[in-house]
C-alpha cells in the first residue's frame, strides 16, 4: 500500500509538472506574439521625446501619454476612407471569390473525369506565381478595361490570386463529404444545384467561413498591385494609403503609423477568433481526402 501510494504521488507531481510546463510554453508564446502588438499600443500613445529617447522603457510610458497622434491620424488624414475602401474591396472579392471558387470546386471533386486533378493542381498553380512578374501585364489589363485609379481595378485583379488557391481548398473540403448525401437528396426530387445548395452547402460551411477569412485578409494585406494600379488618394486602401499619408519624405509619424496598425488589425482579429472553431476546422476538414 505504501508503495502504491507513493506510485500515485510520483505520478500526480509528474502530471502536475507537466501541466505547468505546457501551460507555462502556452503563456510564454502568447506573450512573444502579443509583444508586437503591445509595442505598436504602447507606441501610439507616446509623446516624441519619449520615443525618441533610446533609454526610454519601449513597452511602458516614461512620460504621459497623449492621444494627439491618434487623433492627428483620424483628423488629419483620409485613414477613414482608407477604411472603408478596403472593407469595400474585400467584401466584394470574397464575394467574386466564393462565387467562381464553389462551383468550379464542385465540378473537380464530383464530376469523375480524368483531366479532374491535373486541373486542380494547374489552377493552384497560379496562384505561386509572384505578383512582381504579373503586374505589368496585369496593369496593362486594367487600363485597357479603364479602369485605373479605382477601387474596381482591384476588384476586377484580386480574384486572380484568391480564387485559384480556395478552389484547391474548397475540392478538400467538398472530398470530405459524402456522395451518399446528395444523391439521396436528389433521390428525395431535388435538382442536382438544390442538393448541393440544401444538402452540401451546408455541410462546408466551415471550409466556406476558411475561404472568406483568407481571402479577405489576404486581399487586405496585398501591396504590390494596390500600389501599382492605383494612386489616387481618395481611392486607396489602407495597405497603401497609410504609407503614402505618414510617411512624407524622410520623416515618419511612428505614433500614428503604430496607432494605424493597431486599429487596423483589432477586427481582424476579432472576427478571426469569432470564427476560428470553423476557421480550423474548415482546414481540418479539407486534410481528408475520401
Known amino acids: ?35 508586437p502588438f503591445l509595442w505598436s499600443l504602447v507606441s501610439a500613445f507616446k509623446q ?16 504621459p501619454a497623449t492621444p494627439d497622434h491618434v487623433t492627428f491620424l483620424f483628423s ?13 474591396v474585400g467584401a466584394l472579392v470574397v464575394a467574386i471569390t466564393l462565387a467562381l471558387a464553389l462551383p468550379a470546386a464542385y465540378s473537380l471533386a464530383r464530376l469523375d473525369r480524368p483531366w479532374g486533378t ?14 512582381s512578374l504579373l503586374f505589368l501585364s496585369l496593369t ?24 485559384p488557391v480556395s478552389i484547391w481548398l474548397l475540392i478538400g473540403f467538398l472530398k470530405a463529404v459524402p456522395k451518399d448525401i446528395e444523391e439521396q437528396a436528389m433521390v428525395d426530387g431535388y435538382s442536382r444545384l438544390g442538393a448541393f445548395l ?11 467561413v476558411a475561404v472568406v477569412v483568407f481571402s479577405f485578409t ?28 505618414l510617411v512624407r519624405g524622410d520623416v515618419f509619424f511612428w505614433q500614428s ?9 483589432v477586427p481582424i482579429a476579432f472576427v478571426f477568433n469569432l470564427f476560428l472553431d470553423r476557421f480550423v476546422t474548415g482546414f481540418t476538414m479539407g486534410a481528408v481526402k475520401t
Not at 488629419?76 to 469595400?88: H, I, K, M, Q, V
Not at 440544401?198 to 466556406?208: C, N, T
Open 1 to 35: 500500500m505504501t508503495t502504491h501510494a507513493a506510485l500515485r504521488r510520483r505520478y500526480a507531481r509528474r502530471h502536475l509538472a507537466a501541466r505547468c510546463g505546457v501551460y507555462g510554453a502556452a503563456v510564454t508564446a502568447a506573450l512573444v506574439c502579443a509583444l
Open 48 to 63: 516624441n521625446r519619449d520615443l525618441y529617447d533610446p533609454e526610454s522603457n519601449p513597452f511602458a510610458f516614461n512620460e
Open 76 to 88: 488629419d488624414t483620409p485613414f477613414l476612407t482608407f477604411a472603408g475602401n478596403t472593407l469595400l
Open 118 to 131: 491535373p486541373m486542380g493542381i494547374a489552377i493552384f498553380m497560379v496562384y505561386l506565381v509572384p505578383p
Open 140 to 163: 496593362r489589363v486594367v487600363v485597357a478595361l479603364g479602369l485605373e485609379d479605382t477601387l474596381w481595378s482591384m476588384v476586377a485583379v484580386y480574384p486572380t490570386i484568391t480564387v
Open 198 to 208: 440544401r444538402a452540401v452547402l451546408p455541410l462546408v460551411f466551415p471550409g466556406i
Open 218 to 245: 489576404l486581399t487586405a494585406s496585398e501591396f504590390v498591385y494596390a500600389l501599382a494600379f492605383v494612386s489616387a488618394s481618395p481611392e486607396m486602401v489602407v495597405s497603401t494609403g497609410v504609407p503614402t499619408q
Open 257 to 265: 503609423l503604430q496607432a494605424a496598425t493597431v486599429i487596423t488589425a
